[in-house]
């Protein structure tokens, strides 16, 4: 009757242990590349479905009254400047004034209580700038009432990011009195 493992026994199964071993390390090696990768995606999703968040609110929730419209000010064939008011804001603002702007080939957004009335601003403006990304161009483009005198007023919004997915937005004011 035997009591023990044979040297021989043993190294066979200390083999077959050190094979399953290299497997589950290279499993979990793989595992980790592969959340690394799916990580990122995420991340970039995320970004530019909160970046769409923003100009929605901020174009749908736009103030439409006497004095706050949205204004569209050309600056070449592929960027606007835009301002307005609308009841939207990031920084806890009532109904702040926003601008969207190019600089350097960025685009920002800037939020102010003060009325944003012209490109370039003056030193007085006061406004927090959140930068949204490096954009090919930027455009605003508003529908034409009159040939539907029914028609809500809407825009449609074009980000062209340099490295990301383009934004492409129609939005109608919800705010219209």
Same mark, same amino acid.
């Given at each position: 009757?035997?009591?023990?493992?044979?040297?021989?026994?043993?190294?066979?199964?200390?083999?077959?242990?050190?094979?399953?071993?290299?497997?589950?390390? +290279?499993?979990?090696?793989?595992?980790?590349?592969?959340?690394?990768?799916?990580?990122?995606?995420?991340?970039?999703?995320?970004?530019?479905? +909160?970046?769409?968040?923003?100009?929605?609110?901020?174009?749908?929730?736009?103030?439409?009254?006497?004095?706050?419209?949205?204004?569209?000010?050309? +600056?070449?064939?592929?960027?606007?400047?835009?301002?307005?008011?609308?009841?939207?804001?990031?920084?806890?603002?009532?109904?702040?004034?926003?601008?969207?702007?190019?600089?350097?080939?960025?685009?920002?957004?800037?939020?102010?209580?003060?009325?944003?009335?012209?490109?370039?601003?003056?030193?007085?403006?006061?406004?927090?700038?959140?930068?949204?990304?490096?954009?090919?161009?930027?455009?605003?483009?508003?529908?034409?009432?009159?040939?539907?005198?029914?028609?809500?007023?809407?825009?449609?919004?074009?980000?062209?990011?340099?490295?990301?997915?383009?934004?492409?937005?129609?939005?109608?004011?919800?705010?219209?009195?």
């Amino acid at each position: 009757m035997r009591k023990g493992f044979t040297l021989i026994e043993m190294m066979i199964s200390i083999s077959i242990l050190a094979i399953m071993m290299i497997y589950l390390y +290279q499993s979990y090696a793989s595992l980790n590349i592969s959340n690394d990768i799916f990580t990122k995606a995420t991340k970039k999703i995320t970004q530019s479905e +909160q970046k769409k968040q923003v100009l929605f609110l901020d174009f749908s929730l736009a103030l439409k009254e006497a004095n706050a419209t949205i204004n569209i000010v050309p +600056q070449d064939a592929k960027e606007d400047v835009v301002f307005m008011q609308s009841g939207h804001s990031l920084h806890r603002r009532y109904n702040p004034y926003i601008g969207y702007i190019v600089k350097n080939k960025k685009l920002f957004r800037i939020e102010s209580l003060n009325p944003l009335l012209e490109y370039p601003l003056t030193i007085d403006s006061e406004f927090v700038a959140d930068e949204l990304g490096e954009v090919n161009g930027f455009r605003v483009y508003k529908n034409d009432k009159k040939r539907d005198q029914n028609a809500s007023e809407a825009y449609l919004v074009h980000v062209d990011f340099k490295d990301e997915d383009d934004i492409l937005l129609k939005v109608k004011m919800l705010n219209e009195y």
